[in-house]
């Protein structure tokens, strides 16, 4: 059997990667396509759910880290969330990596093995932007390499997803504006401007392509600052070269 295709999504807050993922849900419920929503399933059970339900029920599943169960509801309720502790970038690596050692080992590669595709906002694509931005913001270096040898980090990089698409945006305050104007809070220190600014230069630099041009992943620029149906026409181009 064929493997599914993963699809990771990731960039600045609110830059759009829910409106591409949206957009490619729509598109593959066109062609009857059988979508199955995790974080529905993460609301009501608080577990993941056991992929044996969805092999053969589903066509595609939706995911996100970090996700909203075990280690991963720690990682947003309390190691990223404004609640006036501080967390080291270290301590805060360990906790995404874990949560998605978890994800993949539970969830991911019994689906992808199964030929269902995977469509995920954020990856440790975030850990290498996020953490080691945070860590110069201290005054010390805690490089992509270093945070990519995390056990759970290391396990993931080993099944690489086939597509890394970045949304981009010339104007970053527009991102904010964005933030400020969703009804979705999600109560997450890294949501401002100037440290928003510093992350797009990550993203845009040769270091974070190489990671995945390493392991053959191809990644994608979608440039997200225009209109809204500008951003959706993108991913329905891509959607229709690529994942129909």
């Not at 949206?22 to 009501?44: L, N």
């Not at 339900?53 to 909203?68: A, K």
């Not at 269902?116 to 954020?122: A, C, F, G, L, M």
């Not at 933030?179 to 990550?202: A, G, H, I, M, W």
Request: negative net charge; aromatic residues 10%; hydrophobic residues 35%.
């Amino acid at each position: 059997m064929q493997r599914g295709k993963f699809i990771v999504v990731d960039g600045l807050d609110g830059c759009g990667k829910g409106v591409i993922i949206d957009t490619f849900v729509e598109e593959a419920k066109k062609t009857g396509k059988r979508v199955f929503d995790v974080h529905k399933f993460w609301e009501e059970n608080d577990f993941h759910p056991n992929p044996k339900e969805i092999i053969g029920n589903y066509d595609i599943i939706l995911t996100s880290e970090p996700t909203f169960v075990g280690a991963g509801r720690i990682v947003r309720d309390e190691l990223i969330a404004k609640n006036g502790r501080t967390y080291s970038p270290e301590t805060v690596a360990g906790g995404y990596s874990l949560d998605r050692h978890i994800l993949y080992e539970q969830l991911l590669l019994p689906v992808l093995e199964a030929g269902i595709d995977v469509y995920q906002s954020r990856s440790f694509s975030t850990s290498i932007v996020y953490q080691r931005q945070t860590a110069l913001d201290l005054g010390r270096e805690f490089s992509m390499d270093e945070i990519m040898k995390l056990s759970g980090n290391a396990f993931c990089y080993g099944h690489p997803m086939d597509f890394m698409i970045v949304p981009t945006i010339e104007d970053v305050s527009e991102v904010i504006n964005r933030l400020d104007s969703r009804d979705k809070d999600d109560n997450c220190e890294f949501e401002n401007l100037e440290f928003q600014l510093k992350l797009k230069k990550q993203y845009d630099s040769s270091e974070f392509r190489e990671v995945f041009e390493r392991k053959g992943v191809k990644l994608v620029s979608m440039d997200v600052g225009g209109t809204l149906e500008y951003s959706k026409e993108q991913a329905r181009e891509f959607y229709n070269q690529k994942l129909k």
